[in-house]
């Protein structure tokens, strides 16, 4: 049976995953000058997707990051971090990968806008709520 044919993407949508995956990519960097070292990038699991997993002295980090038009939009875009699904692919990883189980972990974020710094909030929230 031949594949069936992909209709086209939402231009619009294009444009966003695009924009997203550029401030992916910005956010490595970012965190690469901060003596991060980039162990997964788009982590996808059945039970959603971690933008980016990187460690630091020992400290395993789970980092989701909002790329934004505007930088006032900053607590818009943190309430609406789906952290279940964060935690949920985090345990996934951690299942994979059960040397890292017992270091020490916790979520950041990592907020993106056009001309300005990036702005990388430790330990965003708490995994036990």
Same mark, same amino acid.
């Given at each position: ?24 990519? *910005?956010?490595?960097?970012? *965190? ?42 900053? *607590? ?9 699904? *964060? ?43």
């Amino acid at each position: 049976m031949p594949p069936s044919p992909s209709k086209p993407k939402n231009p619009r949508r294009l444009r966003a995953e695009t924009f997203g995956r550029r401030g992916e990519d *910005l956010a490595a960097w970012y *965190l690469r000058g901060k003596l991060y070292r980039i162990l997964v990038r788009r982590f996808k699991t059945p039970v959603g997707e971690i933008d980016l997993i990187v460690s630091r002295f020992g400290v395993t980090v789970f980092v989701e990051v909002k790329s934004r038009q505007s930088r006032g939009r900053e *607590l818009d875009a943190l309430e609406h971090v789906n952290r279940r699904r *964060l935690v949920r692919a985090a345990q996934y990883y951690i299942a994979r990968n059960p040397r890292i189980a017992e270091q020490p972990m916790r979520f950041d974020v990592i907020f993106l806008a056009p001309m300005s710094w990036p702005r990388h909030v430790k330990d965003a929230f708490d995994a036990t709520r």
